[in-house]
């Protein structure tokens, strides 16, 4: 029998920690045993963060910035003693824009928190694991990141390079015991999310319609896939981009067109 997801003795950096899914998987982790180090932009939000979440401590940095990506996992590594586990959650959302009406800079910027900034963490911390020969990392894809979304053009590229760097860094990395995952959520109740229906981005009502399970996810679902990806339950996972999506990448069908006719 397998015990229950256990992280005692295990150091977590989590990226994004000050809010949304960094947040919650923070707490998740740091309720399952591990001792826990937040990194965020958001100097303001990370205190309170760190008292929600029952974090060591935090740490504000540019995750796209590679001195500031490197001086995060020493912080790390500083306050903790090590790196077992990182979790990449740090990101931004964009504006339903298409390319040629995007500002570069902007486009750049979206592209870069993401995807550059989960490559100069995992690379910062990955140099540990391999001296330490163990390690589990998880990163953030996105439905967006599987298929094309129109306007998310810089969103969707760095979802879906984030796919293939988790995919090259399982497969690098493997002969050090280190494993590298992702899961790619579809739309998740965090303050992104919420921002972009405030600003009226997209109708929630439409994506619970287009998702199988008729509903956006709860934070939790998400931390709770991550947590198990982290995991020693996860042992021979390594290379795969889970979707987290309540069906969505599997399905199809014609959005409205299609009904099901029920006896
Ligand atoms: N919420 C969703 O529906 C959804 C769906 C798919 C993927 N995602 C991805 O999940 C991750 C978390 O998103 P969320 O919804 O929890 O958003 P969120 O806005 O609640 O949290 C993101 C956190 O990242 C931090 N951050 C932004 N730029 C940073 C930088 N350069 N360096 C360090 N920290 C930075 C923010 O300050 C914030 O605290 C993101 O990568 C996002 O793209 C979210």
């Known amino acids: 029998m397998t015990p229950p997801i256990d992280f005692t003795g295990r150091r977590a950096l989590v990226t994004g920690g000050a809010s949304g899914i960094g947040e919650v998987t923070g707490k998740l982790l740091a309720d399952l045993g591990a001792r826990v180090m937040l990194a965020d932009l958001n100097a303001e939000a990370l205190p309170a963060a760190c ?21 995060i996992v ?11 586990l990182v979790f990449n959650s740090a990101g931004i959302g964009d504006d339903l824009v298409p390319l040629h009406e995007q500002p570069v800079e902007r486009w750049r910027r979206v592209f870069d928190v993401s995807l550059w900034g989960t490559l100069l963490i995992s690379r910062a911390a990955g140099k540990l694991m391999i001296d330490q020969r163990s390690g589990a990392i998880v990163n953030v894809s ?13 969103y969707g590229a760095a979802k879906a390079g984030i796919a293939h760097l988790t995919k090259t860094l399982a497969c690098e990395w493997g002969e050090h015991g280190i494993r ?30 287009r998702t199988p399970l008729g ?18 339950w ?6 795969v981009v889970l979707p987290v999506d309540g069906g969505w990448s599997s399905y199809g069908a014609a959005g409205d067109v299609v009904k099901i006719r029920h006896k």
């Open 180 to 209: 590298v995952n992702a899961i790619a959520p579809a739309y998740t109740k965090t303050p992104m999310v919420k921002d972009l229906v405030d600003r009226k981005v997209f109708d929630p009502t439409v994506i619970e319609r």
């Open 74 to 84: 020493a912080d790390a590594v500083a306050a903790l003693g090590g790196i077992d």
């Open 51 to 71: 008292a929600r979440t029952g974090a060591q401590g935090f740490t504000v940095g540019d995750v796209a910035v590679e001195e500031a990506a490197e001086r």
């Open 215 to 232: 509903r956006m996810a709860e934070t939790e679902e998400m931390a709770r896939a991550v947590a198990f990806l982290l995991s020693d």
């Open 234 to 239: 996860a042992s021979y996972i390594t290379g």
């Open 142 to 154: 996105s439905i967006v990141g599987l298929d094309a979304f129109p306007g998310r053009s810089a």
